[in-house]
């Protein structure tokens, strides 16, 4: 029974669906044979589900041949609801779990509670108090809330930086349940549209050859805004919303390409960049056009690649 505690869809169908109650658990019944060759086993066997209090023990009357009289056996073990469940599996671990379970789904709105039971592991060796105000902090939260400053910034909430970075995968969590699994698509200062204090780091690629000393390099965002950019001797620059588009590149002259800005854009304002050609690729998507929007509040006479009405038609 604790290995099934373990297993992330048994715990979500143990606690929110009603058919799976009650349980009901299959006895063995000793054989002939065993009455024969272990007749105290078997004594021990009866006299410990005599001593069962969770749940309800149905019993049957069995003929041997060894015994003069019928001897009542325990049939099947049914148990009622999770509460019985977890006494039943005489287990401190899973009765702390559920304990914690049951307060937290007490605190939670409905949106959030299958994701608690699914994402136990993240709730452990926590307070309660911060649990709650993690849960408090998930159902105010909205998409771009940050406005672009630092996190520690996000004033309202009563929690610091230090509570993002204890609470991070947990609030991720928490959100994807409110929000469709759109933050840990886009990370939680994406989402947030919070800066990242200059510890994002970009792709810079050249697409024509030597234009820069290597094929691909890592820049910090903030470095690119300041002595990085003046490195950047290409006349065109291609911001790129996703890392991952690289190898889909083709070879330009006199361009680089920026891949992985998401949100963090502020460097465009750089004024090496002044009489630059800049393009800008996204997804067509609500974040990506929020990002196409933020590009050009820093460059408005950027140029959009394939983030247009005519691609979304096609």
Same mark, same amino acid.
């Given at each position: 029974?604790?290995?099934?505690?373990?297993?992330?869809?048994?715990?979500?169908?143990?606690?929110?669906?009603?058919?799976?109650?009650?349980?009901?658990?299959?006895?063995?019944?000793?054989?002939?044979?065993?009455?024969?060759?272990?007749?105290?086993?078997?004594?021990?066997?009866?006299?410990?589900?005599?001593?069962?209090?969770?749940?309800?023990?149905?019993?049957?009357?069995?003929?041997?041949?060894?015994?003069?009289?019928?001897?009542?056996?325990?049939?099947?073990?049914?148990?009622?609801?999770?509460?019985?469940?977890?006494?039943?599996?005489?287990?401190?671990?899973?009765?702390?779990?559920?304990?914690?379970?049951?307060?937290?789904?007490?605190?939670?709105?409905?949106?959030?509670?299958?994701?608690?039971?699914?994402?136990?592991?993240?709730?452990?060796?926590?307070?309660?108090?911060?649990?709650? &105000?993690? #849960?408090?902090?998930?159902?105010?939260?909205?998409? !771009?809330?940050?406005?672009?400053?630092? @996190?520690?910034? +996000? %004033?309202?909430?009563?929690?610091?930086?230090?509570?993002?970075?204890?609470?991070?995968?947990?609030?991720?969590?928490?959100?994807?349940?409110?929000?469709?699994?759109?933050?840990?698509?886009?990370?939680?200062?994406?989402?947030?549209?919070?800066?990242?204090?200059?510890?994002?780091?970009?792709?810079?690629?050249?697409?024509?050859?030597?234009?820069?000393?290597?094929?691909?390099?890592?820049?910090?965002?903030?470095?690119?805004?300041?002595?990085?950019?003046?490195?950047?001797?290409?006349?065109?620059?291609?911001?790129?919303?996703?890392?991952?588009?690289?190898?889909?590149?083709?070879?330009?002259?006199?361009?680089?390409?920026?891949?992985?800005?998401?949100?963090?854009?502020?460097?465009?304002?750089? &004024?090496? #960049?002044?009489?630059?050609?800049?393009?800008?690729? !996204?997804?067509?998507?609500?974040?990506? @056009?929020?990002? +196409? %929007?933020?590009?050009?509040?820093?460059?408005?006479?950027?140029?959009?690649?394939?983030?247009?009405?005519?691609?979304?038609?096609?």
């Amino acid at each position: 029974m604790q290995r099934q505690w373990q297993r992330k869809q048994f715990r979500l169908e143990m606690l929110t669906s009603v058919e799976s109650w009650p349980k009901q658990y299959t006895v063995g019944i000793p054989s002939a044979s065993d009455i024969t060759t272990t007749p105290n086993a078997i004594l021990e066997h009866v006299a410990r589900w005599q001593r069962v209090t969770v749940g309800e023990v149905a019993w049957r009357d069995v003929n041997y041949r060894a015994s003069s009289e019928p001897i009542a056996m325990p049939l099947h073990w049914t148990l009622a609801r999770p509460s019985d469940w977890v006494r039943a599996t005489a287990d401190r671990k899973v009765a702390t779990d559920f304990d914690l379970l049951e307060f937290m789904i007490g605190h939670a709105a409905p949106e959030m509670c299958n994701d608690l039971i699914i994402n136990l592991k993240l709730l452990r060796n926590r307070s309660r108090e911060e649990l709650v &105000e993690a #849960l408090q902090l998930a159902g105010k939260l909205m998409p !771009g809330e940050a406005q672009g400053r630092p @996190l520690r910034l +996000l %004033a309202g909430h009563g929690v610091d930086t230090k509570f993002f970075e204890r609470n991070r995968h947990l609030l991720i969590s928490l959100l994807d349940s409110r929000f469709g699994g759109e933050v840990r698509e886009k990370g939680l200062h994406g989402f947030l549209d919070a800066s990242t204090d200059g510890d994002h780091w970009l792709l810079l690629m050249p697409l024509q050859r030597g234009l820069l000393p290597f094929e691909i390099q890592q820049v910090r965002s903030q470095e690119l805004s300041t002595f990085a950019c003046e490195s950047i001797q290409a006349s065109r620059i291609l911001v790129v919303e996703n890392r991952q588009c690289w190898h889909m590149l083709p070879k330009l002259d006199d361009t680089i390409a920026v891949l992985g800005s998401g949100l963090d854009l502020e460097w465009l304002k750089a &004024e090496c #960049l002044d009489g630059k050609d800049i393009a800008y690729w !996204g997804d067509i998507d609500t974040w990506g @056009l929020a990002m +196409l %929007a933020r590009a050009r509040q820093y460059r408005p006479q950027l140029t959009a690649v394939l983030t247009d009405r005519q691609t979304f038609e096609r």
